[in-house]
């Protein structure tokens, strides 16, 4: 079973920046994270997709319209990380952030149910 462990996460003031990391076990994983996206979950509300990064579709990078310009999804494959690069951060930002990642190609990059591996969540936390 693929491990997703995130760390990066914390407060910051509106526009500062924030960076993400989420590694992936076990150490041999070489396939599963063809498909890799970032979600966050407000209280009360829908878990929803913050960005994707699909390296073997033509780097194929998605973002959610609030975010784009702001955010920045990268990954490293030899240290089977994904990034989040938070910048210009805002109030609404303030969420529990998800790293997320399949073997198999979702058909909407934004619907949480289609990725198979998931990390525990990291709270970002963003004041005025």
């Known amino acids: 079973q693929v491990q997703l462990v995130e760390s990066g996460g914390g407060s910051a003031q509106a526009g500062g920046s924030l960076k993400l990391s989420c590694v992936a076990s076990p150490s041999g994983l070489t396939w599963s994270l063809a498909y890799m996206a970032w979600f966050r979950q407000a209280p009360g509300k829908e878990r929803e997709g913050v960005a994707a990064f699909y390296p073997f579709e033509n780097n194929f990078k998605r973002y959610h319209n609030s975010v784009k310009g702001r955010f920045t999804i990268s990954a490293d494959s030899a240290k089977r990380t994904i990034y989040l690069q938070l910048n210009n951060l805002k109030p609404e930002d303030t969420a529990i952030y998800y790293c997320?990642?399949?073997?198999?190609?979702?058909?909407?990059?934004?619907?949480?149910?289609?990725?198979?591996?998931w990390g525990q969540g990291t709270q970002v936390t963003v004041s005025s």
């Open positions: 997320a990642a399949s073997d198999a190609r979702p058909i909407d990059w934004s619907t949480a149910e289609k990725y198979k591996y």
